[in-house]
């Protein structure tokens, strides 16, 4: 038995000693490629400074993402790979103070768990001096990998990146807008809108025409779907979307109403025109009646109408 014992023990050492030296090795080289990719990073030169970045002009494709042309990731001294494994840092969620501290105590109590199953496992298999080698060649390895995601030319990178994202959805978006647009131009967008996205469209026309909009409720609206304001007059608006003419007890209700909230005028914005009988109606009073033809010629003048300074470079 102690003879056996003995042959045991020896070719354990001798596993241990073996499993030692493949660690040591395998850790070597890894060091050196972490050493090679560090110094490949540090030497590789961009093409776009970070100064240059926040001196673009917006009519340019890197800039606000213009429609003639989106941008591409070579402007910003990336390629389209670095661009395909990027992976964005996962948002921030706020949370309180106690559900912060239960998951930190959990956390530390599965880390400890797996900690000392890990190192009894090893302590095991090859001795207690290489689990202790195994262990402290992860967590250098660990280190390494950190630090190799803090350097300085890493970091320079991920900006570039993320620049070049937040350019391409600001052209994704203004090439959305200007389809979106040209389709506001058409009459079979606007008769394929719902009462209320025709109030939306509406409220967006006035704002874009210098109003100060307000919306009223769904129910209890007293007649006024929308509420203008400019210059110290209020405006009452009535919306109708709807195929057929406006019929004349729909007018008489907006004069009503117009009275209601001492308003100096009323519009009544109907896309299927209005009745001859509504046209003899607001002759001489302050109502003003809207058709598709009206709300097409408003939404073409205020699309070719420039943008303010102070939104333009937005």
Known sequence: MRRGFLRFRFGKDETTNKVMEDFKKWLNEQVSKRQAIHSDLSQEKSTTTASQLNTL?????????????????????????????????????????????????????????????????????????????????????????????????????????????????????????????????????????SGREFESEMDRLYKADGYSVETTPVTGDEGADLLLRRDGELIVVQCKRQDKPVGSHIVRDLFGTMYHFHASRAFLDATGGFTEAVRQYVRGKPIELHDLDYILSLQERLSCKPEPPEQAGK
């Open 57 to 193: 002009e917006p009519s340019t494709a890197q800039g606000k993402g213009a429609v003639s042309g989106p941008a591409q990731p070579t402007d910003f001294g990336v390629t389209p790979e670095q661009i395909a494994a990027y992976r964005p840092p996962p948002p921030k969620t706020p949370c309180s103070w106690s559900s912060w501290l239960t998951e930190l105590l959990l956390g530390l109590w599965l880390i400890t768990l797996f900690l000392w199953t890990f190192v009894a496992l090893l302590a095991m298999i090859l001795g207690w001096e290489a689990a202790i080698a195994v262990i402290v060649g992860l967590l250098v390895l660990w280190g390494m990998f950190r630090l190799s995601r803090n350097d300085p030319a890493s970091r320079e990178r991920r900006s570039h990146i993320e620049a070049y994202l937040n350019a391409r959805a600001r052209h994704e978006k203004a090439v959305r807008e200007e389809e979106l647009n040209r389709r506001r131009q058409r009459e079979d967008y606007w008769r394929g809108l």
